[in-house]
């Protein structure tokens, strides 16, 4: 009996959490609108003049959807004719079509309620790290066009997204927040932070106040990069300026201990000039079967380099040489990372992989461990 109850408690619980929040109907969609504002999340509009619409037959007639456990009445449409970026976080809306703004409080796991068809998607971009973030939808009707879904998106306390639709309109019908499952990392991307396709831009800042920055030639710039994906996300790289220094900042306070570049060659295959990270965290490297990089926009699998500072670096300058590479960084600024790096780097991974110790790329293998030489170390 008292797992019985148990149970019923903890699902009286969790219809409590996902209780519909937000549900569109023919007057609360107004530019900056706020939506929600309860102890999870703040929701906001970013729109030209939005108008609802009912939902209806072909003849007119109003007929109300009714899916996942909710009915809605009315839809606006999400979409945005640019996508967001630093330069313009909410994208730059599309005619009468509107952008969702959410600002986390605390971990969240917001619910989106929506149509949509089945070659569009509906986006999200983390404000504050320049980052997609991906939606696990579900479709009540698949096989079908137009489907209706909900999409659960896993915010983070204290950063902000957008979410939005490029190339279509996507329904927007409702929403929930309810307490997050989301488990904030240790680890933090910054991909390209600048308006799509601009160039001539040296700086790049971060909504948590990391920035990377062009020191080592006035003269040089980035470019916006095609995207690639690092652990099923996607990220738009940036493109650096070949053979000029970078420079990482961590955010004030904070040192970084992990960092992972992940790049492709900017060519569409090899080159009589070998492209490589010359330098690191001050420390140089020749090119050598292991340090030249082997990812020619190939954007599924790109290189990946990880450098190890054991003691913490609140700067970290990067130098790539060779042919023009694009690249996303990955930071880590918990201390405890060092020894779960090396720790992973002591199993001895059936297939190769490359780390940075003592201030040394080596290469482990199942058998050893090697200098980029190819000399065997242990």
Not at 4 to 30: E, G, P, Q, Y
Request: hydrophobic share 40%.
């Amino acid at each position: 009996m008292k797992k019985f109850f148990t149970l019923i408690a903890a699902v009286a619980v969790a219809l409590s959490a996902n209780a519909l929040d937000f549900k569109v109907t023919a007057a609360d969609i107004a530019e900056g609108a706020t939506l929600v504002d309860n102890e999870y999340v703040t929701v906001t509009t970013a729109n030209n003049t939005v108008t609802p619409t009912v939902i209806a037959n072909e003849d007119g007639t109003p007929t109300p959807a009714t899916y996942a456990g909710e009915t809605f009445p009315c839809y606006v449409g999400v979409r945005v004719t640019d996508a967001p970026s630093a330069a313009n976080p909410t994208g730059t809306v599309h005619d009468v079509n509107v952008a969702l703004v959410f600002v986390a409080k605390q971990n969240t796991d917001v619910t989106l309620y929506y149509r949509i068809g089945a070659t569009k998607s509906i986006d999200c971009y983390d404000q504050t790290t320049g980052a997609a973030e991906s939606i696990v939808q579900t479709a009540t009707n698949p096989g079908e066009d137009y489907l209706f879904c909900t999409g659960v998106y896993k915010f983070q306390a204290g950063h902000t997204y957008t979410v939005y639709a490029k190339g279509g309109t996507v329904q927007f019908h409702g929403l929930t927040a309810a307490e997050g499952t989301y488990v904030a990392p240790t680890n933090h991307f910054y991909a390209n932070a600048s308006a799509a396709k601009v160039e001539g831009f040296s700086t790049m800042t971060y909504g948590d106040g990391a920035k990377v920055a062009l020191t080592g030639n006035a003269g040089k710039s980035y470019g916006g990069a095609s995207g690639i994906t690092i652990n099923g996300k996607k990220y738009t790289t940036t493109k650096v300026s070949n053979g000029a220094q970078n420079t990482f900042y961590a955010p004030e306070g904070k040192k970084v201990y992990v960092f992972t570049l992940y790049s492709y060659v900017n060519k569409d295959a090899a080159t009589n000039r070998p492209p490589y990270w010359k330098e690191v965290g001050g420390v140089a490297y020749d090119g050598t079967d292991e340090t030249i990089m082997q990812s020619y926009k190939d954007l599924a699998n790109p290189d990946v380099y990880t450098y190890v500072f054991p003691e913490g670096l609140s700067e970290v300058t990067f130098t790539n040489t060779g042919e023009q590479v694009c690249f996303v960084i990955e930071a880590n600024y918990d201390a405890t990372a060092v020894a779960g790096v090396e720790a992973s780097v002591e199993a001895a991974p059936a297939k190769a992989v490359k780390a940075v110790k003592g201030g040394r790329i080596v290469i482990i293998r199942a058998d050893a461990e090697y200098s980029v030489s190819g000399a065997q170390l242990k």
